[in-house]
């Protein structure tokens, strides 16, 4: 197990599938191109292997699987299949929700016990317009779908100024009703953001999103699991939502996630470009892997920020959000 001066290590592992998505959303891309598998993405073969590599030799214990959109990914099935065998605490999957209702089934048979699902706007014709593809009805048919089948589901929203702020508190009506947390997550200066006037016409920060909760809810700050990304609120008798609020309250000196690309590279932090091929890896001996590894895993810790995210031109879906 490795950990750094500030006693950070890593406990989650994010896998991200593909880095393509059937979504072109405003804030991840900034042409309205969707995105494409990247050149040389792992196989399934490829993948099953670094994933059992690197869950043994960082001492994983959560593992989220994310994209691009994995629900589109035909490694998403057998991915499922390798983590049911694998000695794991929590397994998760963020997804966009197109397709949820499809792969119900497949996850119905896995040990997933954890969805998080994108929604920025429960208006149809804003939905288009965020996302700049699918329907907001097959996203809440998914929902319905999951909860059903009494899996544990959160609400991802990216509040945007011009957008969706409208939405911020109807969205967690919705959320409240059905038993499901919310969580806000700020807008993230990565990728087309980066050094783009854009990023501070739309951010919304959390002292805004609580202000604007206010108006119709009472509720009190709960506490936070030591690495937890997001500060939680309780509102009496109705639920929780919580924050992810990477500029407003920086959360690195406890951050314990490690990130998985699709063609295999990994890092140690969203915000730094630095990554480790570990493809390489995947064509020795178990033994020479693991040690090699440890090296590279050492490599990825001394690249995390040790206080605050500063940006980074690196698109957030071609590592695995």
């Known amino acids: 197990m490795i950990i ?9 592992l994010r896998v991200s599938l593909t880095a393509a998505c059937n979504y072109a959303c405003t804030y991840c891309v900034p042409d309205g191109k969707k995105l494409q598998p990247l050149n040389a993405e792992l196989s399934a073969s490829e993948l099953d292997l670094a994933v059992r590599l690197v869950v043994e030799a960082a001492g994983i214990d959560k593992l989220r699987i994310t994209g691009g959109e994995p629900l589109i990914s035909t490694k998403f099935d057998g991915l ?25 089934a497949v ?14 706007t429960l208006d149809a014709t804003e ?58 997550i700020e807008l993230m ?37 030591y690495d937890s990304t997001s500060v ?22 406890t951050c314990s996630r490690l990130r998985l690309s699709s063609n295999g590279l990994l890092f140690g932090c969203l915000s730094n470009t630095k990554n480790y091929d570990i493809r390489p890896l995947l064509k020795k001996s178990q033994e020479i892997a693991h040690v090699e ?13 040790r206080l605050a995210f500063t940006g980074e031109t690196t698109v957030m879906k071609f590592i695995g959000g």
């Open 232 to 253: 939680r609120f309780e509102i009496p008798n109705r639920g929780t939502f919580g924050i992810i609020a990477n500029e407003s309250v920086p959360f690195c000196r």
């Open 107 to 120: 996850i119905r048979d896995s040990k997933l016990s954890r969805i998080n699902v994108s929604l920025d």
């Open 4 to 12: 750094d001066p500030l006693g950070r290590r890593f406990k989650n």
């Open 293 to 305: 590894l440890q090296s590279l895993l050492r490599q990825a810790m001394s690249d995390k920020q």
């Open 127 to 184: 939905f288009r317009k965020i996302a700049r593809s699918g329907d907001l009805q097959s996203v809440l048919t998914g929902i319905e779908l999951a909860l059903k089948e009494n899996l544990k589901v959160k609400v991802n929203t990216v509040p945007l100024r011009r957008a969706n702020l409208d939405q911020l508190v109807p969205i967690l009506g919705y959320c409240l009703d059905r038993g499901i947390e919310l969580r806000y």
């Open 80 to 104: 499922l299949a390798t983590l049911n065998q694998l000695d794991l605490n929590d397994i998760a999957v963020t997804t966009n929700g197109q397709f949820l209702a499809k792969k119900m």
């Open 189 to 225: 200066n990565m990728g087309h953001l980066k050094r783009n006037q854009e990023y501070q016409l739309e951010f919304v920060g959390m002292s805004e999103i609580l202000d604007l909760i206010s108006e119709k809810y009472e509720f009190r700050k709960l506490d936070s699991a």
